[in-house]
């Protein structure tokens, strides 16, 4: 007989309203939800959580009462070993690169690694992040039972970069947030547009991305607007001013935040979702685009092609003369639009949330499972 199993789950990214962490997570979670099951989830926050489904009975939540970002890692690091002690824990998952180091030994521990950006492109991460990597992923890492790397090149980059721990490696891929529906909200946008959706930091390629778009706008016969969903600023980095720098201000619209029915819609009537940027260790906006059946413009670099497959487009990310032509093949020639857009459903189809549950459950009990 298959015994109950304590599972904790650092819950930190449902504390932000945004990021593709936070979705990843929340999607797994509502996914263990609805199959339900005897085995008991606890959810580890320093601050309150944000849930868009509701907690089945048997799950527990503790929240801290932490008001600074800046020590979240800390509490994190002093209080959710204390906790997993306290709940008596069997399993401990971090969805977010990093486990506490102070775990119980007889706690079996998972962890998600989603990118290397701090080995990568260190310099394009805010500093306290880097630090935070660079000191607790290699430790995180030597202390799990089992590794999930959410794409076959993140597995390839532990494998170069941390190659100690690469015995312990799965590939679980992530997928779309958003239903496959007709469009629910009226669209903001009237006009055709290309769509980008992510953040504006630096290695998102947003510089290049919008002078590559400068370019195809001054010499397309009929250029399309490009829609931003995502954050302003970044560092001294403002979309805004910079689209001002560039003239864009009629043909660039800015969303900072929109609801998941609005982010549909959006997608549901793009001319193509364009991601170029320099690093991505899967590029969660690409499934999304592919679930709405949306062709992509994407690096030919990182994640981005394998995730992406043979429905999009390959640019190289540095050459701002790559991406403009490509938004005006994109624009112009129908033959290969149609084409893009008829391998889209099929390659998305790789790509389910159901699947990646079912398989991280796997990973999280083991063969704690099949004990009595």
Known sequence: MSRVIKIAVDARPLSDPRGGIRRYTSNILREFASQGGPHRF?????????????LPSHWSVRIGLLRRSGFSTLFAQLFFPVWARIDGIDVFWSPRHQLPLLLPARVRKVVTIHDLVWKRYPKTMKRGGRLVEAVLTPRSLSISDQVIAVSQFTR??????IPDFTGKIDVIYEASSLEAREPPVSNPVSNPYFLYVGSSEPRKNMRRMLHAYSDYARHSSRPHDLVIVGADSWGDFSVTGFVQELGLNSQVHLFRDVDDDTLLTLYA?????????????????LVEAMQCGVPMIVSRNSAMEEIAGDAAMLVDPYDENSIARALTLMTEDEGIHRGLAERVRVQGGRFCWKQAAAETMALLVGDLASTI
């Open 42 to 54: 606890f959810l580890y926050s320093d601050r309150p959580i944000h849930m868009e489904f509701p």
């Open 156 to 161: 390839s980059e532990l494998h170069t970069l």
């Open 269 to 285: 009537n793009a001319r193509a979702c364009i991601m170029v940027s320099l690093y991505e260790g899967f590029g969660l906006p």
